[in-house]
């Protein structure tokens, strides 16, 4: 793997409004990324494989993912890559302000709060949009499917837990770097009709 990071961003067809926004989050870093790997689901594969597909092409020693509906802050590259050099961390995840009509927020308690692997093994609080060192990412065989993915919508959670069974180190960046948009029009990893 060459230095430096990459951008992995998963989509669908009908998203390419959410994706060039996205994209335009990436292109704004005060830190740029070296490379910007997206995958187009075409066959309703899910969250998952097309995640997995983009992580394949990626020859960085780091990446970085965004969902095609929301944006980086102009700093989220510059701070994660500083905390990952800092930390020695395999995983590194900052936190996000919630882009919503009513400010939902998914994990209230969370934000601040160090790493816990117990709790990392009883429930996913870490959402995908995490900076993290690609070969440990391969290593274990990349985001986990559930089955026809009608059980879960937390393939990230498969990932989290391969790579705590593995030995790899999970810091929390207790900055608000990316913007989640709730929309009510989310995939939730599904391969389902769009």
């Not at 992995?8 to 335009?24: D, G, N, Q």
């Not at 395999?90 to 998914?106: A, E, L, R, T």
């Not at 934000?111 to 690609?134: C, H, K, M, Q």
Request: with cysteine.
């Amino acid at each position: 793997m060459k230095p430096g990071v990459s951008a992995v961003i998963p989509s669908i067809p009908p998203r390419k409004t959410y994706l060039e926004r996205a994209l335009a989050s990436v292109r704004l870093q005060s830190r740029p990324v070296d490379a910007v790997c997206v995958a187009i689901d075409v066959d309703h594969d899910g969250s998952a494989i097309t995640r997995n597909k983009a992580l394949k092409a990626v020859q960085t020693e780091y990446c970085a993912f965004l969902d095609d509906d929301d944006c980086w802050k102009t700093w989220h590259i510059r701070k994660l890559m500083g905390a990952a050099k800092a930390s020695k961390a395999d995983v590194v995840y900052p936190w996000f302000d919630v882009i919503s009509p009513n400010g939902f927020d998914p994990f209230p308690g969370v934000f601040g709060r160090p790493f816990d692997p117990s709790d990392l093994e009883r429930r996913n609080y870490i959402p995908t949009t995490v900076l993290a060192r690609t070969s440990a990412l391969l290593d274990v065989g990349g985001f986990e499917p559930y089955g026809d993915q009608k059980e879960s919508a937390c393939d990230d959670w498969g990932l989290w837990r391969k790579l705590l069974r593995a030995g790899a180190i999970f810091h929390h960046l207790p900055l608000k770097t990316w913007d989640w948009h709730w929309h009510g029009k989310h995939t939730s990893g599904l391969g389902t009709k769009w």
